[in-house]
């Protein structure tokens, strides 16, 4: 077995949490049984990981199969990775067949037209989500399996979900693959990124709360009137709360909100002030960058104005971002913000 | 002198007159005003009775003497509502039932295959100043911008059923290929490749008879997007 190959596995196991190595060695199914059952994964780690490099040692692992533990493991820890999101575009209308072998195969085939070296791995999943995993090289070196990309695909649909950390250079070779390989004519970076996968799926498939009008009967059990309050508490402004409530759930919806670290905003408005003031000689725009940052963003914004920090109802620039499908606004003047269309795709 | 004297004793048999006069009229008020608590008060009881009696029925006390006026207004409104829901109920197993918003209208779209109800996918549509949408739930992949473009101008009603065949036909092609994996897991050999469209399968399994078993290969595929059976199977050995 490789060197490079022995050390790759060893420094991915290292990676992984140590109650979890066994599982995910068990999930990636190249170890038989009888040779998990000889590690003792209550050691220190990087003896566990000599042992289990040892034992791939005995089965000859190659990178590719070296390569599906790397996926594995990105697949379980995928916010510890950035992903931004693409969207194809295509002229034609007819119903696609979506064919996974062909898929592959073209993807492959495109890829490595352009590049020599490089290492492609394929996963599908049971969301009908196809993971690949690639490692880039240079005509003259081996790929380097450390820093690799991964692409999220899922099939008939016009969205890539990508984590590059790679070398801006090998970006369009990617994406030319990608739009070839899916029946595609184009694509185009999305202003949305985030280090949950899968909120920005449930964004961009339409899958986070929305708070819909229908007849339906839903089981009511979240608008139940408050529990049991102590009656010598009288609350002044109950009316006021109730405004307030029903404006949040209407702009957001009643289940959990899709995870977003930050949105960003870039001014390029005019500075108003006072005319006798002329804080600026020139009529320029006052270039200015806001940024909100959270563990959570969506969930704390909907919580401001129950809160009292904020009036209810909250700016929409706040609110559309789920239905924008974006979290980089650029504000310029004049009506306000670049405009996504209505019907957003 | 026997004049001054007699209009002295007659102006105080005046006044003591006016004073009884007074005196009686008094207490002809105080009757009056006692009378009228009485009455109050019997208003009052009769009232907290009737509430009493309200509270120990909806906590379900039994032996409670019902008012029959009350209960048949009451009885009227449940019936009432029974039936608004049984509506709503029906107008949802349509398959397609809408609610109007302040800006426009607000449709449900409910799927089922073969007597299985499956999901319900909502369309938010603007009316103003011409029929747009303005959001929706629908899963990515079904193409509802090319369906929108064709009809939903032109033709409302078309649209929806379009809409709602396409709805209906992925949602019936996704329940019969999860059926198969849950159901005919032994017979599979591997997995069953499928797309999110759920237009593709393709799978092997084998079939035994008499302690022998043959490899099959299966590719099924879905021309029609509005159906729910496949236009091209391929088995082969």
């Known amino acids: 077995m490789d060197e490079t190959v022995a050390e790759y596995i060893r420094r991915t196991v290292l990676k992984i949490p140590r109650d979890e190595i066994k599982a995910m060695l068990q999930k990636w199914g190249f170890l038989s049984e009888e040779q998990l059952e000889t590690v003792n994964f209550h050691q220190i780690k990087d003896n566990i990981s000599q042992d289990v490099v040892q034992l791939c040692e005995e089965n000859s692992a190659d990178i590719k199969q070296a390569a599906v533990l790397d996926m594995i493991y990105n697949h379980i820890y995928s916010n510890k990775r950035t992903w931004s999101v693409y969207q194809m575009s295509k002229r034609g209308e007819d119903t696609e067949v979506f064919d996974l072998t062909d898929f592959k195969k073209k993807f492959k085939r495109r890829l490595r037209s352009d590049l020599k070296n490089v290492t492609i791995n394929f996963k599908e999943y049971e969301d009908n989500a196809i993971w690949i995993r690639i ?10 399996q450390y820093k690799t990309s991964y692409v999220v695909y899922h099939s008939q649909t016009p969205y890539v979900f990508i984590s590059a950390s790679v070398l801006k250079s090998n970006m369009p070779l990617l994406c030319q693959a990608l739009v070839v390989a899916s029946n595609y004519h184009d694509i185009r970076e999305m202003e949305l990124r985030s280090h949950s996968l899968n909120s920005l799926k449930d964004i961009v498939f339409k899958k986070y709360s929305q708070n819909f ?23 002044e402004n109950r009316s006021e709360k109730e405004r307030i409530q029903r404006l949040t759930r209407e702009a957001f919806g009643d289940g959990p909100q899709p995870k977003l670290e930050f949105a960003q905003y870039k001014l390029e408005t005019m500075f108003k002030s006072d005319p006798t003031m002329d804080v600026l000689d020139k009529k320029e725009p006052f270039r200015c960058l806001v940024k909100f940052s959270s563990p959570h963003l969506l969930e704390s914004l909907k919580s401001l104005a129950p809160m009292g920090m904020a009036d209810a109802p909250l700016s929409p620039l706040l609110t559309c971002i789920p239905q924008k499908a974006r979290n980089y606004f650029k504000i310029r003047e004049k009506k306000g913000l670049l405009p996504g269309s209505f019907l957003s795709p | 002198g026997l004049f001054a004297h007699l209009e002295l004793l007659e102006a105080r048999a005046y006044k003591a007159a006016v004073k009884q006069e007074e005196m009686e009229q008094q207490k002809e008020k105080l009757a009056r005003l006692r009378a009228r608590v009485q009455e109050l008060r019997l208003q009052r009881d009769e009232l907290r009775a009737k509430l009493d009696l309200q509270r120990k029925r909806e906590l379900g006390k039994e032996g409670a003497v019902l008012d029959p006026a009350q209960s048949s207004a009451r009885a009227v409104v449940e019936w009432k509502i029974k039936k608004l829901k049984s509506m709503l109920q029906i107008f949802y197993l349509t398959g397609i039932s809408g609610k109007l918003t302040k800006r426009g209208v607000c449709f449900c779209i409910s799927t089922a295959y073969e007597g299985t109800y499956l999901d319900s996918y909502h369309l938010d549509l603007l009316t103003k100043p011409e029929v747009q949408i303005y959001r929706h739930s629908l899963p990515i992949f079904i193409p509802l911008q090319q369906i929108a473009k064709k009809f939903l101008q032109t033709d409302i009603r078309r649209f929806l059923a379009v809409l709602s065949d396409h709805l209906n036909a992925y949602m019936g092609r996704r329940y019969q290929a999860d059926q198969l994996q849950e159901r005919f897991s032994e017979q599979l050999e591997g997995t069953l490749q499928r797309n999110s469209l759920c237009n593709l399968l393709v799978f092997n399994y084998k079939v035994s008879s008499q302690s022998e078993t043959f490899p099959f290969h299966a590719r099924l595929l879905y021309g029609d997007p509005c159906c729910s059976l496949p236009t091209q199977v391929l088995v082969s050995c």
């Open chain 1, 135 to 144: 490692a880039w090289g240079t005509p003259y070196k081996k790929p380097n």
């Open chain 1, 213 to 235: 009008q229908s007849y339906y009967p839903r089981p009511l059990q979240e608008r139940n009137v408050a529990p049991e309050t102590d009656l010598r508490i009288v609350e």
